[in-house]
């Protein structure tokens, strides 16, 4: 009789990671939406100092995804995030209060610190709860937060700006994060063996499963060895092109579409909801068939490189068709979210697992660090030039950077394990 896996991992894990990383992403993008509504006029910010304040929550991202990912991997994923809901959306929530830019630029690096273990403690968490035949819809479930965040969070914020004003914003949406603290306590286990809705053979199938992969995959004996392999390295300089892109767009294309039209924050709610709406159903397709085909970077590097060649669609249309433009601007948003589920798949499928958190959290912070590059010269191009086309041709370059960093990655070829099938149909 064949092993199975229990499926009910999905219904019960997914929706708790997708809330939790949805409401990460909330409190790190809205500050685009007060960008475009009139916090920088409130507050006297000049449009250089408004792309460093963008931008300088990825600093404090950048510095505390070891430190994180190490107390994850080696003590509690639960009661990591546990704290770091809390802290966040207080944070989130005092941005609503600010009088000066000293202030704001303090909480702005706060939130980047206390965010900074979110991304690679869940991945760590769902190493430990999902297989190598899974880990890439896993993985895109809990991406999913970032674009389906920004989706309905454009639409929100936008109403609620409109409504009440950018500071109102903050206030309300910083509190789910911390009311959410609450019942991520009572829902989460760290592992399956402490889950009470598993039953013993569902936990023993699984754990053999975990432990089977690993028998594929090479020994790495520690954190240091681990960093200097050419794969890692490879990976945090494609990982930091690749995220300039990313974030340049996320945290500034509410400002480039009322640059490019004379609308409304509702209106323009609306137009930046629509490229991760695309994005949501790109990443759901890719990351099925990444599991299918267990090929990884064929579902990376094409993509990011479709996202480039938007973005200089972009530049060439320039201001002469606004429509045509904006066209392109959702293309790139989905091409370079598609990828997500599979390149987070590569590192756990190529080290085992007592460095693989860590290699995820430098690879992370390395993206952080693009992150905080992007957003900050993007900003910046904007505003010296008066015009977003600059900002598409040093975000296109970016991913075609990341492009051919990913082509040259070689993936180790370790033993193929067969997958043990689940007990019932799953998404």
């Keep these: 009789m064949k092993t199975t896996l229990a499926a009910k991992r999905w219904w019960y894990i997914m929706p708790i990671v997708f809330i939790t990383y949805s409401l990460a992403y909330l409190d790190r993008a809205n500050f685009s939406f007060a960008s475009a509504a009139g916090i920088n006029e409130d507050l006297g910010i000049t449009k250089g100092v408004s792309s460093l304040l963008g931008a300088l929550f990825f600093l404090g991202y950048f510095f505390f995804q070891i430190p994180g990912a190490l107390y994850a991997e080696r003590r509690s ?92 914003m903050f206030i309300i949406e910083g509190f789910p994060a911390v009311i959410w603290a609450v019942a991520w306590w009572f829902m989460v286990s760290d592992k399956p063996a402490q889950a009470g809705w598993l039953s013993e053979a569902e936990k023993a199938a699984l754990q053999a499963q975990l432990e089977k992969e690993q028998q594929g995959i090479k020994a790495v004996r520690n954190y240091r060895e681990a960093f200097k392999s050419r794969n890692v390295i490879l990976l945090c300089a494609q990982y930091f092109a690749w995220s300039i892109g990313v974030y340049g767009f996320v945290l500034w294309l509410p400002s480039i579409l009322r640059g490019g039209m004379e609308m409304g924050m509702v209106q323009a709610g609306w137009l930046s909801a629509v490229p991760y709406l695309a994005a949501t159903v790109t990443m759901l397709i890719v990351s099925w068939l990444s599991d299918k085909t267990r090929n990884r970077k064929l579902f990376v590097w094409p993509l990011l490189l479709i996202g480039a ?108 394990v067969a997958p043990v099938q689940p007990d019932a149909r799953h998404a």
């Design 309 to 416: 060649l938007a973005f200089i669609g972009s530049f060439l249309v320039g201001t002469s068709n606004f429509w045509f433009s904006y066209t392109l601007l959702v293309i790139a948003g989905a091409a370079m979210y598609a990828p997500y589920g599979p390149f987070f798949a590569i590192i756990p499928e190529m080290l085992p697992r007592n460095v693989a958190g860590g290699a995820m959290a430098l690879i992370n912070s390395m993206g952080a660090l693009g992150s905080f590059v992007g957003s900050w010269l993007v900003g910046y191009l904007n505003g010296a030039t008066g015009s977003p086309s600059a900002s598409y041709i040093f975000m296109a370059a970016a991913l075609l950077a990341s492009v051919g960093l990913t082509i040259i990655v070689k993936p180790t070829h370790n033993t193929r």
């Design 77 to 168: 994923v639960k009661k990591l995030i546990f704290w770091c809901l809390i802290l966040w959306g207080g944070c989130a929530t005092l941005t609503g209060i600010v009088s000066n830019i000293p202030a704001l630029a303090a909480i702005r690096f706060m939130l980047g610190v206390v965010e900074a273990a979110v991304m690679p403690a869940m991945l760590i968490y769902i190493s430990n709860w999902f297989t190598q035949s899974e880990r890439s819809r896993a993985n895109t479930f809990l991406i999913l937060g970032n674009p389906v965040t920004v989706l309905w969070m454009s639409v929100v914020s936008g109403y609620l700006i409109e409504s009440y004003g950018w500071r109102e």
